[in-house]
């Protein structure tokens, strides 16, 4: 079990993409889509033991060791990998978890109906992957050729050249600009993210098309 020191400067961040604070652990399936956001970005910490305000109180690390085991294994979907580390806080445990970036997106865990989802970290929060990043996850794995730039179809450049002047748009503004089927739109921007001109990021509650 290590010092203070190191987890004090933690707690100090705050919480923020790549780092969150739990009080404890008692519901496997809810820590899972923790595991689910970090893992479909890149990757992140848990805190446990630590109230939201950064105060510690500890826990029983064997108990959450277990659940958050069993969150991992049993409610992702692949099975998820995860680090612990023991930190002893004024006499009090604290224990820190990581989670990698996944190697295979999207990672689904349950939602509140028990319905498999994939999760997103965003700021603080944990959020619903809309529907076209989980396409782009799903196709992570089939990056093209960065030649594939010379070539770019008339409405991949239509969205770059629109992107180079506005900070970003929705796949339906897409649709409208290009005057395409959603089909359309959707394989385009995939292809984009493969080639890592375009990212998807979220605001206000929105998925954006944005520049890398």
Request: charged content about 25%; hydrophobic content about 40%; proline content about 1%.
């Amino acid at each position: 079990m290590k010092g203070k020191g190191y987890i004090a400067d933690l707690i100090a961040q705050g919480e923020h993409e790549h780092q969150d604070f739990k009080y404890q652990i008692s519901d496997a399936r809810k820590i899972a889509r923790s595991i689910s956001a970090f893992a479909n970005n890149s990757g992140g910490r848990l805190l446990i033991g630590v109230k939201d305000n950064g105060h510690v109180v500890g826990v029983k690390s064997d108990e959450e060791i277990y659940m958050i085991e069993q969150a991992a294994s049993m409610y992702c979907r692949p099975e998820q990998q995860v680090k612990f580390e023991l930190f002893n806080v004024d006499g009090k445990t604290v224990l820190k978890v990581d989670i990698a970036e996944a190697s295979l997106k999207p990672v689904k865990a349950p939602d509140e109906k028990g319905l498999w989802k994939a999760f997103y970290r965003v700021a603080d929060e944990n959020v619903l992957a809309s529907s076209m990043h989980v396409k782009v996850m799903q196709h992570q794995s089939q990056l093209r050729d960065n030649d594939a730039l010379l070539s770019l179809s008339q409405i991949e450049q239509q969205l770059i050249d629109y992107l180079s002047t506005h900070g970003g748009i929705t796949i339906d503004g897409y649709m409208r600009l290009a005057h395409v089927s959603r089909r359309s739109a959707e394989a385009t921007v995939i292809s984009l993210c493969e080639m890592k001109v375009v990212d998807l990021t979220y605001h206000d509650g929105q998925c954006l098309i944005t520049r890398t």
